[in-house]
């Protein structure tokens, strides 16, 4: 997998890194809500690096991404100019089944092009994944909007690989970002 060079994600707490190539995936990033564990379903965020032919809209991987899931709803989908490209975010409404019974879950996905590492050949898009029931939506919501502020960062994108960073926020948006974030998750929710 092509690497999004430096990031740091905010982990609030409870939240547990894992190491994806130790479960054999191709992501760049993977992280488990403890407190959700045992509760029917693992609240869970993920973070691959995609490369795209250039021109691709973020658009396109977003309807591909709900297509693949055949139960799948689109409750919101939104797009911006962030500070190191276009962004997307989109927030499905997903039917999952477990051991017990049939799980309501709410997805939210966030595209974001990162040009300043584009070449001739393709553009780096990360595509971060938040996955958690309806109980569990409100909550994961704003700890996903932390996570992700450092997207926002006009920071250059040096080159080491991922990491996190527990409890910390780096700029004054991330209510903002919360606030957009909650609100379509609770959109799904209906």
Known sequence: MPSPGSLELSLPAGWQPLS??????????????LDTHG????????????VVRPGTALAELADNAAAAQPA????????WQGPRGPRLRQVLRLSGATAQESQRLVRAEEYVALVESASPTGTPVLRATSTATLDQADEIAADFAQMLSALDSDRAVRRKPLESREGRDSDGRA?????????GIREAAR
């Open 20 to 33: 994806p190539g130790e479960l054999n995936l191709d992501v760049a990033f993977l992280a488990l809500k």
């Open 39 to 50: 509760s029917g379903f693992t609240a869970t965020v993920v973070v691959e690096c995609l």
């Open 72 to 79: 799948a709803v689109v409750t919101d989908r939104r797009g």
């Open 175 to 183: 209510d903002d970002r919360r606030r957009h974030a909650e609100g």
